[in-house]
């Protein structure tokens, strides 16, 4: 067991043998860490809190009462092999949220990026990729295998269905249940998840060229309205695409998936 001399650690909280307390890091009161957890610099745990498994935790991340970090996968197909989880910096895990390690046939890594918040009762599966400044309402659940970009927003009580992906800077309202992947900065919304749009809001509030902003109008337009199957579509965007923004629509059209996509309504 390595802790770090600046570690402070409530008398009640289980730490066991061979954890990693980082510099600065607090474990508040009955929080238990699990032999093999990595906790960065500064990580806090509140109270009421498990850390568990292979699990590393990125420095400044918070996480608070009731969250469950690290526990084996909901996976029948799961066996006990050893799989990980790697939370990254400045996260903040809200109560009773929970995330689960990977296993064996999706890779043995489920993996958070940095910045993100994940809101009471937030649920990420195993071998779930999620990037940096990903918001999780409450409620909301990522199944096994989603792969979920920067800066997306998922709305409360709204859950995505496994090996689905979602681009960067889209963003699903609440109460919405996701079974096909979904482009970047696209809009979903509706009980069953429909792209309504673009993510206008977010373009603006990111700062996006009003220039790339109408491109990507253009290109939504087009693989609205034009002919061909969706994937024609975008092989035709991709033949004149000046913005950056619409070729990083193409590239992940065109790129591997699991499933379909939900295309404009």
Same mark, same amino acid.
């Given at each position: ?17 061979? /954890? ?47 969250? &469950?970090?690290?526990?084996?996968? !909901? ?7 050893? $799989? ?54 409450? !409620? ?5 295998? &989603? ?31 996701? $079974? ?13 998840? !429909? ?22 109008? /253009? ?11 969706? !994937? ?8 004149? /695409? ?24």
């Amino acid at each position: 067991m390595a802790i770090h001399p600046t570690a402070r650690i409530h008398p009640s909280a289980i730490v066991e043998d061979g /954890a990693t307390i980082g510099e600065g890091a607090e474990i508040g009161p009955f929080s238990t860490v699990g032999s093999k957890v990595t906790l960065g610099p500064r990580v806090v745990l509140k109270s009421h809190v498990v850390v568990t498994g292979l699990t590393e935790v990125g420095e400044e991340t918070v996480i608070f009462p009731f969250a &469950c970090i690290g526990e084996v996968p !909901q996976d029948l197909k799961f066996k006990g092999e050893e $799989t990980r989880l790697v939370v990254g910096k400045r996260n903040r895990i809200r109560e009773g949220a929970t995330m689960n390690t990977g296993t064996e046939g999706g890779g043995g890594l489920t993996k958070v990026g940095d910045d993100c918040l994940f809101m009471t009762g937030a649920h990420v599966g195993h071998d779930v990729i999620v990037g940096d400044r990903v918001i999780l309402a409450n !409620q909301a659940a990522l199944a096994g295998h &989603c792969v979920i970009g920067d800066d997306v927003i998922i709305g409360g009580l709204s859950g995505i269905h496994q090996w689905v992906r979602i681009g960067r800077g889209a963003i699903v309202g609440a109460v919405t249940m996701v $079974t096909n992947d979904v482009i970047p900065h696209g809009l979903v919304q509706g009980p069953r998840g !429909q792209l309504d749009g673009l993510n206008l809001v977010g373009l603006k509030r990111r700062g996006v060229a009003r220039s790339d902003i109408s491109a990507l109008r /253009a290109a939504f337009q087009a693989l609205a309205q034009d002919e061909g199957a969706f !994937q024609d579509r975008a092989r035709r965007l991709s033949e004149e /695409a000046d913005s950056a923004y619409v070729r990083e629509i193409v590239e992940f059209i065109l790129g591997e998936s699991d499933r379909s996509f939900l295309t404009p309504s």
